[in-house]
């Protein structure tokens, strides 16, 4: 039975998106840089590869489809959360902070959603953030902008086969009893790939009121 494929799966909203999308019957494939991340992970087929290694990541993919088929849905959940005003982060750290924060997305995208759209249906979810971009965190105000856009142009390319691609724009610090309770932003994900096409929604925002 395909399942969900989640990138990115800390303790926070990837972990959370896996369980709710267990409690729903679906297998669960998690990808996560560090061996550490997934050791306490809920039962799960466990992949360790690096969002920004492009190899690693499809290998990761491919392992994941061969033991569950082709996922139902994958959800992006990598990011580089820091501060940094105009100036203070080189160029290398933007780099490598965009490499996260978008390129492992389209990566992603781009090895399963041809597949999906072969077949007809499938959901690609990316968290995003920064409703509003923010100076003091230069490198996630680019990064979720880029998102934004990674989106739109998945949703036009993808979309007419039937694969909803949509972000989950989380506006605040994610910590469990706040507002901005994983489990709670976990349902949007559940939502979104539950809707049909007919109201398919391309950003939800999660403002934690």
Known sequence: MPGAVVIGAGPGIGQAVARRFA???????????????????????????????EEALRAALDRATAELGLPDVVVYNAAVIQADAPGELSARGHLDAWAVNVVGALTAAAHIAPAMARRGSGTILITGGMPEPKPEYVSLSLGKAGVRTLVTLLDRTYGPSNVHVASVTVAGPVAPGTPFDPDDIAEHYWR??????GEWQHEVLHTGT
């Open 23 to 53: 409690r729903e019957g679906l297998p669960i494939a998690l990808i996560a840089r560090s061996e550490k991340t997934l050791e306490n992970s809920v039962q799960a087929l466990t992949l360790q590869a690096d969002s920004t290694d």
């Open 192 to 197: 979104l790939h539950a809707q049909p096409r």
